[in-house]
């Protein structure tokens, strides 16, 4: 399977690079972002583009893919509704565009928001821009789309956000954390469960395309896939 990958260098990108790295069946994985990863792998390659919105200089190395995992994004803390439409939507759908046309046979996983609102109707800013990426996604060409909403993550093996704020709040609640994986294990997510989550849809489905919390945690505990799901066969690269 050949692997693209956005946001890399993010919380959650870093863990699916990671489980990317891990995987058996993964023989070839390409970051795009602002910045390398600082990663060193044989099956690695980095595209440092600094033009997120604009990805007409690198489509000749954006085909042949089986799978795109896009975990870019930002918070809305503080930002106007405009300006997080623009880092959020537009971002977004500049890279799924070009792919989709590129590559109509691949699986787009999306990492969105838990909370996202569907409709775009409500009245939280950043789920109804979130609701409308989702809803664009999925009118897009490709094989499948799987949109990610994991709420509260926990990052494992040393991982770290980009968000100051974060990287403040986390070393504060790993007991708390601690306390839902044991009594409120649906609510939550590992970095490492959610980059296990994305390859194994990638490999075979799922029968949603919306993913809470439970059903990542479900398909990191039935590897195979679920039952009666047919196994998807990867595009030829």
Known sequence: MRVLLFGATGMVGQGVLRECLRADDVDFVQ???????????????????PDMMDYRTIESSLQGFDACFFCLGVSSFRMKEADYSRLTYDLTLAAARTLARLNPQMTFVYVSGRGTDSSEQGRSMWARVKGKT????????????????????????????????????????????????????????????????????????????????????????????????????????
Not at 143 to 167: D, W
Not at 178 to 191: F, G, K, R, S
Request: charged share 20%; net charge positive.
């Open 31 to 49: 970051t795009v972002g602002r910045s390398p990863t600082g990663q060193l792998d044989p099956r690695l390659t980095e595209i440092v583009h």
């Open 134 to 237: 989702e809803n664009a996604l999925k009118l897009l060409p490709f094989r499948a789309v799987y949109l990610f909403r994991p709420g509260v993550i926990e990052p494992l093996h040393g991982i770290q956000s980009k968000t100051r704020m974060y990287r403040l709040l986390y070393p504060l609640l790993r007991p708390l954390m601690a306390l839902m994986h044991a009594l409120t294990p649906n609510q939550i997510v590992t970095t490492e469960e959610v980059g296990r989550a994305m390859l194994a849809v990638a490999r075979r489905g799922y029968a949603k395309t919306v993913l809470e919390p439970a059903d990542i945690g479900a398909i990191c505990r039935t590897p195979s896939g679920p039952a009666g799901t047919p196994p998807l066969t990867p595009r030829a690269g």
